[in-house]
C-alpha cells in the first residue's frame, strides 16, 4: 500500500466518456476510484447505482471504492457487494442503531468496511467502532455535491481518530481536497484522499494526482 492512497471521485467525471476518464486515472496514478453513491433521501442529489458499478468494475482495475450516501444502506449492500465493490463505506447518521450489524453485513462478502461521518458529527461518537472498520471516512463538505469548499474544521476531527486508531486503519479524507488542503490533511494523519474537481477539472491529471501524495 502507498504512503497516501488517492482515491479519484467519478462524480466529478464526464458520465458520457466514463470508460475514458477512469482510464485517463488509472495510466496516471490513481490507487482507488471513488464512487459516490447518493439517493435523493439521505442527501438531496441522486447519482448512480448498481448497474453503473457493475458497468465500472468491468472497464478498470483500480479497487472500487463505493460510499453510499444513502438512508437504509443494509438494503443495498449484497447488491454492490456482488457488483464488484472492494471497499464499501456507509454513513454512520444512516445507520447510528446499527452500525455493527451493517458493518458485519460488509465484511461478510469479503470486501472492506468504512464508516463516514458528516461535518456535524463529533469523532468521539464513532470511537467505539473503530476497532471493526477498515476505514473512517471524514467529510470536510456537506455530502451530497461536488465543488464545495474545504471545511478546514472538519479536518481537526483526523487526530482525534488517528489517536484510538488501530495501525491499519485507513483514514480517508473527501471534500474540497486540492494540493493545499491535502498537507492539511496528510499532517494531520489522513492516509487516504479522495479527490473529484481537483483532478478531473486539471490540464494535468498526472500532476494533479502527484501533488496529493
Partial sequence: M???IISPSILSADFAN??????????YGA???HIDVMDGHFVPNITIGVPVVKSIK?????????HLMIENPEKYI????NAGADIITFHYEAAKDKIKDVINLIKS??????ISIKPKTLPEEIIKYIDLADMILVMTVEPG???????SACAEKIPVIKEYAPEDLIIQVDGGIN???ARVCTEYGANSLVAGNYIYKSADIKSAIESLR
Avoid at 466514463?18 to 495510466?27: G, P, Q, S, T, Y
Avoid at 462478502?109 to 468504512?114: D, L, N, S
Fill in 2 to 4: 502507498k504512503d497516501i
Fill in 18 to 27: 466514463l470508460e475514458r476518464d477512469i482510464k485517463a486515472v488509472e495510466k
Fill in 31 to 33: 490507487d482507488w476510484l
Fill in 58 to 66: 468491468a472497464v478498470t482495475t483500480l479497487p472500487l471504492d463505493v
Fill in 78 to 81: 449484497e447488491s454492490f457487494a
Fill in 109 to 114: 462478502y469479503k470486501v472492506k468496511a468504512g
Fill in 145 to 151: 455535491f461536488g465543488g464545495q469548499k474545504f471545511m
Fill in 179 to 181: 494540493a493545499e488542503t
